[in-house]
Each structure stands twice: as structure tokens, then as C-alpha cells.
């Protein structure tokens, strides 16, 4: 089997436990929640993002790592963690401009995703030791980002 048949098997298999984990035991629970409650624990998620800085770090991912993905897919990920920060903090203070900030966030946060797997492929990028990034975390990320789009719009009604 290739790498790139066992990269899109190892995404698509974390895509499948992730989906069944978010309908099975997280969506049900978030559901019977306030909007400002309910979306707190999936933006704790996106507050680890900082990890995406591991990109820089030619040691982690070698020194091979074309920066013209590198820098984008870093400063994405930290700049979606800020916005997970700033949209915790908002929602927990009760701002009047929380869902706002939880739609930024979600808009940037699910853009610089696609941007980065779109770049990685269309590179073949070979991430070394990040390898786990795209293939394990990377699915949790864009589920919890449906989830949170799911949620915006059903309970904006």
C-alpha cells in the first residue's frame, strides 16, 4: 500500500470514530445545553491548535518541510486557537458579541484546515514526526467545527 493510500486510510478511519463519538455521546449531552454552554467544550478543543506550531520546528518535522506551508499551516492553527481563547472567554462572560466571535472562529478556524490539507496534498508534504497532526487530530477538528456550524444555525431559529 502506498503512504498517500495509508495517509487518506488513517484520515478516513479517524473521520468515522470521530463522527460516531460526536453523534453517539457528545451532540446528545451539548443538546440539552444552553447555545453559550454547549459550544464551550468544543471550543476547548480548538484552544490546543498552539500544537500546529510544531511545523517550525525542523527537528519535529525535518528540515525538508517547504515553508511555504509550514508558516501558513502554523500561524493558522495559533491564530485559530486565539479566536477558540477569545470565543471561550466571550461566551463565559456573557458578551453580546460572543456568537459572533464563535462564527469567526469557526469561519477561520475551518478555512485555515481546508487551506492546509489542500497545501499539504497538492505539495506532498511529509510532515515526519507531525504525521499525527493531519491523520488523527486534524479529523477531530473538522468534526467539531460541524458540529459548531451544526449548532449556530439550528439554534440561531
Do not use: C, K
Not at 510544531?54 to 508558516?71: D, R
Not at 458579541?97 to 469557526?106: D, G, P, R, T
Not at 508534504?125 to 497532526?133: I, S
Amino acid at each position: 500500500m502506498s503512504i498517500r493510500a495509508i495517509f487518506g486510510l488513517q484520515v478516513l478511519m479517524s473521520f468515522a470514530g470521530y463522527i460516531l463519538i460526536a453523534r453517539f455521546y457528545v451532540a446528545p449531552r451539548l443538546s440539552a445545553l444552553p447555545l453559550r454552554v454547549a459550544l464551550i467544550p468544543l471550543l476547548l478543543l480548538h484552544a490546543f491548535r498552539h500544537l500546529g506550531m510544531v511545523f517550525l520546528v525542523p527537528t519535529v518535522v525535518g528540515p525538508a518541510l517547504p515553508a511555504a506551508f509550514a508558516v501558513p499551516a502554523a500561524y493558522g492553527d495559533l491564530l485559530a486557537a486565539l479566536l477558540a481563547l477569545l470565543a471561550i472567554a466571550a461566551l463565559r462572560m456573557e458578551w453580546s458579541s460572543a456568537i459572533a466571535l464563535v462564527w469567526l472562529f469557526n469561519v477561520v478556524g475551518t478555512l485555515d484546515l481546508i487551506n492546509a490539507f489542500y497545501q499539504g496534498l497538492r505539495n506532498n508534504v511529509l510532515l515526519g514526526a507531525a504525521y499525527y497532526v493531519p491523520t488523527f487530530a486534524v479529523p477531530a477538528l473538522f468534526v467539531t467545527h460541524a458540529m459548531i456550524f451544526a449548532m449556530l444555525t439550528r439554534r440561531a431559529r
